[in-house]
């Protein structure tokens, strides 16, 4: 059972891409005969595509028309103008409910410590690793609705921020802070393999990448430690040459 | 709910909604072929609408099969940069909306004021 606020609870996915096979309405874990498990294929590599499913409490505005509305008003409480009965401004209230998404799911830190403590934001609690969002977030949650961003004003900044990330990082693996020591090395030496694995893919035919999947495969990972591995990755272009001498 | 739709098989989801015209009409205007093509329109496909003689008040929105966005989990950092764009695009499509829209079909949606599922 996940934990997610209500606003989270209503983005979706069309998971076909990384179930092919489909999967049990309930047990979701298991195929659609509800009982074979079924491992999802990474979303890295077979994207999909993310869907709003509620128009409940959404609201029509025609052109010219005054667009501050006056009702109870969106359902996530840690909007701040909505904990006062007074008109507001829908749209900025979406930019905070957004941003308030990629907090409580990427980092699960309240609002409540956002208003008091914005440092907070160095500190990721749920995944490390993604720090470039924090900008992102507080921008989206100014408390002040006519100080906070537009929606265009919001993807603006991300694309900006977007550009400035390394295309190398894509496929870092999101650690969780309460992972042990053994638990990271051997994740990350798998990860790092597989990173390894996708880059090769793309440098050699299928039957070298075959072979070279059976060897990182064959590794005990656990034994080498995520450095060794993430050497036999960066030694990539000597292995190139190699196999291209021969 | 979930069902199958018969003529494919295809496994789709059932929600009841109140004849409440604003909820439906907003999904189905965004499942228009038109808005249907358009990459940044991230509003749920209505596949189909009917209505239950026995339960009146309500009306049925047919809709793919989905599983929330975090379930499973996020992986590696790519498919977080893939989520933040996805969602934070379909602001393009209100914008664009706002823009070009004739008097009598401009939307514009707030469509993250929604009600948890069940509420």
């Known amino acids: ?246 | 709910m979930d069902a199958k739709r018969v003529k494919d098989g295809a496994a789709v989801c059932l929600k009841a909604v109140y004849r409440t015209p604003k909820e439906a009409q907003i999904a189905k205007y965004f499942s228009s072929p038109e808005l249907l093509q358009e990459p940044t329109n991230h509003s749920v496909p209505i596949l189909d609408v009917f209505q239950d003689p026995s339960t009146p008040d309500f009306e049925y929105l047919v809709m793919p099969l989905l599983r929330p966005f975090d379930d499973p989990d996020f992986t590696v950092v790519g498919e977080v940069v893939d989520f933040v764009t996805q969602i934070l695009e379909v602001r393009v499509l209100n914008y664009h909306s706002a823009k070009v829209g004739t008097a009598n079909r401009v939307w514009h949606l707030c469509i993250l004021i929604i009600l948890p599922m069940g509420m």
């Open chain 1, 1 to 246: 059972m996940k934990s997610r606020d209500c606003a989270g609870a209503n983005i979706m996915m069309d998971a076909r891409p990384i179930y092919p096979q489909g999967w049990h309405f309930k047990a979701n874990i298991c195929a659609p005969d509800g009982v074979t498990f079924v491992t999802p294929l990474a979303r890295i590599d077979h994207p999909v595509r993310y869907y709003f499913i509620d128009y409940g409490v959404s609201h029509r505005f025609l052109p010219g028309q005054s667009h501050f509305v006056l009702d109870w008003g969106g359902r996530d409480a840690d909007v701040p103008e909505l904990k006062k009965l007074q008109p507001y401004d829908p749209f900025k209230v979406d930019v905070f409910t957004v941003g308030n998404v990629f907090l409580k799911d990427f980092y699960q830190v309240s609002a409540q410590s956002l208003c008091y403590s914005p440092c907070q934001f160095t500190i990721p609690k749920k995944y490390l690793g993604l720090g470039f969002l924090a900008d992102l977030v507080k921008f989206m949650m100014n408390d002040n609705p006519t100080k906070r961003p537009s929606s265009q004003m919001a993807l603006e900044k991300w694309c900006k921020i977007k550009a400035g990330l390394n295309p190398t990082t894509a496929r870092w693996r999101l650690r969780k802070p309460d992972e042990t020591a053994g638990e990271r090395v051997v994740l990350d030496a798998i990860a790092a393999a597989r990173q390894g694995i996708h880059s090769l893919t793309h440098l050699f035919n299928e039957d070298v990448c075959a072979t070279l999947y059976w060897i990182y495969t064959s590794i005990d990972f656990s034994v080498l430690g995520s450095d060794v591995v993430a050497r036999l990755i960066l030694a990539r272009p000597s292995v190139r040459f190699g196999l291209g001498s021969q």
